[in-house]
């Protein structure tokens, strides 16, 4: 078992930068691809970012955050981080990480098996 907890969500205006947190317990961290996801109102799951298990080995980036976001991770300390920058009121979502046991990168919902309760950004135009 994982269990992730994330932070760092909050309010900012658009232009604005946040940086998430993802914090790991549980079995080796390190052996897991991580990634995160969004879901706004009204709205499926989406996939944001990933990043593999080797740490700064492959990551990949949907095209709506690429340039603005950076995923990064430190197996050392059980965490994955998201830099959001040049936020946009379209970027307002719960955002949940998500741990996979693979090899690579994952970056669709059922390729993962673990996930965390999400928190919450929100950005004013």
């Known amino acids: 078992q994982v269990r992730l907890v994330e932070s760092g969500g909050g309010l900012v205006q658009a232009g604005g930068s946040l940086r998430l947190s993802c914090a790991a317990s549980g079995r080796t961290f390190s052996s897991y691809a991580t990634g995160w996801f969004r879901q706004a109102p009204g709205k499926e799951r989406e996939f944001v970012a990933a990043?593999?298990?080797?740490?700064?080995?492959?990551?990949y980036y949907a095209d709506s955050v690429k340039g603005r976001f950076t995923i990064s991770r430190d197996n050392a300390k059980n965490t994955v981080l998201l830099q959001m920058n040049s936020l946009k009121p379209e970027d307002t979502a719960v955002y949940c990480c998500?741990?996979?046991?693979?090899?690579?990168?994952?970056?669709?919902?059922?390729?993962?098996?673990?996930w965390g309760q999400g928190t919450q950004v929100t950005v004013s135009s």
């Open positions: 998500a741990a996979a046991l693979k090899e690579g990168i994952a970056t669709r919902t059922y390729e993962y098996d673990y």
């Open positions: 990043i593999s298990w080797r740490a700064g080995t492959h990551t």
